[in-house]
């Protein structure tokens, strides 16, 4: 009998010690692909940090190398002699001429009194332009009738408003501000009242059913929620109000008009001097240029990254 019974004990032993065998090797198994995956996103990540630096190098060296390439066609174009070189003057010539207006302190000045002027009544139109655009971005009435006008507005050139302001205002700032109004803010209304239509009708319900009132409707839900179209209205009106205040500065000069880029310009042609009028030209360009790097796009850049956009971009 005890011959028989101790096989019978150690049969049952050895599933048991299979299934800790196999339960350990699965353990085991899952481990090691645990690793990998984790390997894997470590991998990953450092990819995209390194992807993301390759981007912000890229950033800067490919505007610079694009300036290079078209400084160097214009300085082509000039060694050819198919114009005249008070004609049209090379990039050292004009770089001179930016280092003479400097020394005299006309470019510090035309600089600061153009860059305050465009951002005063760039802030001025913000603060004009956003409650009128929610007041008709939520009001249909309203709509349909000043609509029509403000798109007409937006398409007429601000530059038709300088003879009209001159006469209302005389040669005096209030002449320059109420041009850059006129030319910012139907694009901001405009802007503004694309993002609201943008939004799903899904925020307003929401709004609705948690009690919100029409002034916090519009400022914590809609207001949010047509961030883009917004930001691409205050993109048109920085642009309008940059080019219509160059326009005011060429036109109205005199009186108690202090002396701007646009001012700077129309002396250029004044005295035929091409260098002067090259130097403002790229005054004007490099602001609009700097305020576009420094202001908007980080902005735009935040605004897509937070919504989960930004890697369907190609900022």
Do not use: C
Request: proline share 6%.
């Amino acid at each position: 009998m005890p011959n028989n019974s101790a096989p019978l004990a150690e049969a049952p032993s050895e599933p048991a010690e299979a299934r800790h065998i196999h339960a350990a090797l699965t353990r085991t198994s899952t481990g090691n692909e645990d690793l990998r995956e984790l390997e894997a996103g470590l991998d990953s990540l450092q990819s995209d940090a390194a992807r993301k630096t390759r981007i912000e190098w890229s950033r800067i060296l490919l505007p610079v190398a694009a300036l290079v390439v078209l400084v160097l066609i214009w300085q082509f174009y000039v060694s050819l002699g198919v114009k005249r070189r008070d004609l049209v003057p090379g990039p050292l010539d004009v770089l001179g001429q930016v280092g003479v207006l400097w020394g005299e302190g006309k470019l510090q000045e035309a600089v600061w009194t153009s860059l305050q002027r465009g951002l005063v009544g760039f802030l001025i139109s913000v603060a004009i332009a956003t409650p009128v655009g929610l007041l008709l971005a939520q009001v249909a009435p309203l709509r349909r009738a000043f609509g029509p006008l403000i798109s007409g507005l937006q398409v007429l050139p601000s530059v038709a408003w300088v003879p009209a302001a001159i006469i209302w205002f005389g040669l005096t700032d209030a002449t320059v501000y109420f041009v850059v109004f006129m030319g910012a803010i139907p694009s901001i209304i405009n802007g503004l009242i694309s993002g609201v239509d943008q939004i799903p009708p899904q925020y307003r319900r929401v709004g609705t059913v948690l009690g919100a009132n029409r002034l916090q409707m519009a400022l914590q839900i809609i207001l949010p929620a047509a961030l883009p179209g917004y930001l691409g209205g205050l993109k048109q009106g920085w642009a309008f109000s940059w080019r219509s205040l160059m326009a005011a500065e060429i036109i109205a000069v005199g009186g108690t008009i202090g002396f701007g880029l646009g001012s700077l310009l129309d002396q250029g042609r004044i005295l035929s001097d091409m260098t002067v009028v090259m130097s403002a030209i790229l005054l004007i360009l490099g602001v609009g240029i700097l305020i576009e790097l420094l202001v908007f796009a980080p902005i735009e850049k935040r605004l897509l990254r937070s919504r989960g956009l930004l890697s369907g971009s190609t900022r």
